[in-house]
């Protein structure tokens, strides 16, 4: 049986509606923002990047748990560490807007993730795979199994086509 949930949920914000996860990591806060922004942290749960890492540069970004994954550019926006990265993520899918903002409390850190959606986007796709993708980071952190995407698409899509 499997562990996947769907966790996504909308929120309106001054740019407009943005797709939300939240994840509660047992880590201090330092160490979430590495799995976020080294390429040796993102390796482990989502894939890998070169370039120039730094607000206002760009990685080229290949995903390693995709089957064909072509390189593809990531310009960052905004870069408050340890607590704040927003990127421009552009794909054939798109150009995707996403954050990424970190709370640690007593050496637990909060991850709160979104992206920003563009109108009439599907997100009965995008959701799973955040979820999927959130679903590996806490697995690379805890040494639990890593999340097969079978349990997730199409599983997870009727609660994120309920949302709009």
């Given at each position: 049986m499997s562990d996947a949930r769907a966790t996504g949920y909308l929120?309106?914000?001054?740019?407009?509606?943005?797709?939300?996860?939240?994840?509660?990591?047992?880590?201090?806060?330092?160490?979430?923002?590495?799995?976020?922004?080294?390429?040796e942290g993102t390796a482990s749960w989502i894939g890998t990047w070169t370039g120039d890492a730094r607000e206002g540069g760009t990685v080229s970004f290949t995903m390693t748990a995709e089957d064909s994954a072509e390189p593809e550019d990531v310009t960052i926006l905004e870069c408050q560490a340890p607590s704040r990265l927003q990127v421009e993520f552009s794909s054939e899918a798109g150009v995707w807007h996403l954050e990424a903002d970190l709370q640690e409390v007593d050496g637990v850190t909060r991850l709160e993730f979104s992206q920003l959606l563009d109108q009439g986007q599907d997100i009965t796709g995008i959701g799973p795979g955040w979820d999927f993708y959130l679903d590996r980071l806490v697995a690379s952190?805890?040494?639990?199994?890593?999340?097969?995407?079978?349990?997730?698409?199409p599983a997870l899509?009727?609660?994120?086509?309920?949302l709009g």
């Open positions: 929120r309106e914000n001054t740019s407009g509606l943005e797709l939300v996860f939240e994840r509660t990591l047992e880590a201090p806060v330092a160490e979430i923002w590495s799995a976020l922004t080294t390429s952190r805890t040494g639990a199994a890593m999340p097969s995407w079978d349990d997730y698409h899509a009727e609660h994120y086509a309920g």
